[in-house]
């Protein structure tokens, strides 16, 4: 018989039971019971059915979503016996959401958290580009969603650049490819416009994907405006949220990206018309107030020749009343020089008459000169100087 001791016997059912039960390769689906979390690492919980119980353990850092006392659950791993406690474990390495019921509690828990972060705020989404010239594309090579994506936005926009990075959308292996295409396209997001995740309808087990922890915060995270286009337009999923536009369908996520051709031309066309309306308006207006400034001028002018007419008019009459009064006063002065001319000191000297002066005055008295004074005759021609020698009175 062979002797062990307490941590040799321990270490023996180790090896034996990994020996029997490689890691990963048992699953065990039950209901949560028990769950905790220690220290905010340690992670322990039960798995139990109507007649059994296991105790799990995990750490933090592998839980990937909420869990619940009640939540029925299917976990992959390997038995542990814990030589420090004698205890009997499982050890999780991964778990996976069994049931609709726990898909949806887990929802509704991991939804309210990343709400609570911020992650869904209104504030941070961000517009998508009119007119965008290279798409960054995450969905499978192989599914439907790819192929209606391509062929709607072929149809409305032809031209676009599409940067296809194949992953797989459902299974366990889908989270982490999708949220290494996140990080491929973010190192390169300065050549893309903006980035699409797209998949098919389904269960929403096979959506599970897209209710992750870690796509919610690859889509967060990505430097390039997403678009979401996941299932049908009834499901619902953590990556709609958080994506700057919720497409309902992968083919509606092609008609959020790119415009219509035949929408873009219609409006075109509008604007044309309605630009060359505004022109023609404003042509036309130039020309009605030349128009009427053409009625105005003329307007002006033919006020401004009446009242021309009537100036010269009344200018031409008050030149004959002038002229009239100037012949009569011209009558008025020639007949008053033909007076003035008769009574002219020269002219009736002229007749043999003559003017005598004493001390420069005319002499018209006799008395008004001394016998023997001075005086002056004026005659025609010339003047006679002489002495008075006598005087008749």
Known sequence: MHIFSVSQFIE???????????RDQIAIEGEVSGFNIAQEQWVRFDLKDESGLINCFLTVWQLKQPLEDGMKIRVRGYPKVYPKYGKFSFVVQEIELAGEGSLKRAFELLKKKLAAEGLFAPERKRILPRFPKRVALITSAEAAAYTDFIRILNNRWAGVEVNLYHTAVQG?????????????????????????LVRGGGSMED??????EEIARAIYGCRIPVVVGVGHERDETLADYVADVRASTPSNAAERVVPSREEIFGTLNFTAEHLCERMLGRAREPLRAIEHAVYQFDHFWREVGYK?????????????????KIVVRRAALNERARVLQNVDPQRVLGRGYSVVYVAGRVLKDAAQVDTGGQIRVQLNNGALLGKVISKEL
């Open 12 to 22: 023996f059912l180790n090896d034996a039971l990994v020996t029997l039960t490689p």
């Open 172 to 196: 366990a292996s889908a989270v982490g490819e999708i949220v290494k295409a996140f990080a491929y396209f973010n190192e390169h997001a300065e050549a893309y416009d903006v980035l699409v």
């Open 207 to 212: 959506l599970q994907a897209f209710n992750s």
């Open 308 to 324: 021309m007419n009537d100036t010269i008019r009344e200018l031409r009459g008050a030149t004959e009343k002038i002229a009239q």
